[in-house]
């Protein structure tokens, strides 16, 4: 029931805070010092992710914009919208601005749907309930906050209607190639023959376009990295200084692997509650990964992860693809 799907929320959000410690000390402690991405986003790391989405450089919000404004009745062709009752099931759903106008699309065609969000922050979940109900009262939402398996799997488990995920935003290309390919394969295997996905595939294009994306000159992807030190600072007794670690960014046009960094300035040592990090000048904590892909590649990713692809939706520019791939 929708009730029980709600409880999953409170299990995955119990997580313990020592998993964030023992990620922290064990990426910092490695010879390439790294931290996950995945903890960028605590509420400050929400405003600023948000700032990013709507500064001018970063185009990938726009360009899958594009795409769920101008192509939503391609996209509810694609998944079958009228084929039979399905549930929608966001994985990482954010606030939603885009998904709003295929939920949009869809009430107004009355498929019979339900729409499951599932996002990591409930600060963004709870915003987003508030603003559907508002805008569009007879659409039947669940939001589930925590970690997108665990969610998932529960979510499959209590319900029997046909799926269809949305992995919308590029959010794939924060894994490694290895990790998207695992992540592919487990979602393939956690669904069933009929079900489908709507994956968002930021593609490879002039290497200046995506440098400057990821090197914004308002400098929000800059803070949005420096931002976890600040949480580490604040949540797990840390004492960095953050103006020792300056923010930088490669693209590599061959690979597609677009990488941020935080550099240090200088020799210096860091606690972080029992521990002790030292760092030398110029050594790099690697931060983030937004992998880009070209269309043969994101082909070869579905059939090597058990899908077959229907369908690829654009914006104008190119930019990016939403691929709707089938079980
Ligand atoms: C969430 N994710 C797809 C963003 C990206 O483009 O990789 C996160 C981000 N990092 C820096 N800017 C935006």
Redesign the pocket.
Known sequence: TLEEIKNIGFLASDEPKNQFYTDVIKGLKAPQKHLS?KY?YNEQGDIL?QK??NCKD?Y?TRAEMDIFQNSSAQLADGICANASAFDLIEL?AGDATKTFHLLKYLTEQKANFRYLPIDISGYILDVLESNLFASLPNLSVCTIQGDYFEALQKACELSSNRKVLLFL??????MSLKESLDFCRKLSQNLIQGDKIIIGF?LKKNPATILK??N?SEG??SQ??VNLLIRINQELEGNFDIANFEHYQTYDPETGA?K?YLVSLCDQEVTIGSETISFTQNESIFM???QKYALDEIEKMAFESGFKPVLNCFDTHHYFVDAIWEV
């Open positions: 991405s960028f992710f990013i989405m970063y990938l990482g935003g590029s959010n794939i290309g924060n930021d994306a990821y914004d929000f992807t949005f990295n677009c941020s983030e990964v937004s």
